[in-house]
């Protein structure tokens, strides 16, 4: 069992920035992939970002955060960071922390665990 407990979230102008952290309560933290998710109300939960498992070093965007959203990992910490910069109105959403053992799992959403999302506002 993994527990996944995001923090970071909160009110942002147009154009600024947030950091989103989360944290596992887990020993097989580096075993895990990672992944950010959001959703917005009433739509549907989507992919943000994800993170391979280890070395994270492979790292996958949806197309409208690219240039804008970087994932990073710490195996030390078991924490996974989403970095969001350029904030924009559109990006106001839930986001969840999600944590599979396979990294294609995390890419379509289907992750074994979930946290319990952190509210992101991008006033206008």
């Known amino acids: 069992q993994v527990q996944l407990v995001e923090s970071g979230g909160g009110l942002v102008q147009n154009g600024g920035s947030l950091r989103l952290s989360c944290k596992a309560s887990?020993?097989?933290?580096?075993?895990?992939?990672m992944g950010w998710f959001r959703q917005a109300p009433g739509k549907e939960r989507e992919f943000v970002a994800s993170?391979?498992?280890?070395?994270?070093?492979?790292?996958y965007y949806r197309d409208s955060v690219k240039g804008r959203f970087t994932i990073s990992r710490d195996n030390a910490k078991n924490t996974v960071d989403l970095q969001m910069n350029s904030l924009k109105p559109e990006d106001t959403a839930v986001y969840y922390c999600?944590?599979?053992?396979?990294?294609?799992?995390?890419?379509?959403?289907?992750?074994?665990?979930w946290g319990q999302g952190t509210q992101v506002t991008v006033s206008s």
């Open positions: 887990t020993t097989n933290f580096r075993d895990y992939s």
């Open positions: 999600g944590a599979d053992r396979y990294l294609t799992q995390v890419q379509a959403g289907r992750v074994a665990y």
């Open positions: 993170i391979s498992s280890r070395t994270g070093g492979s790292t």
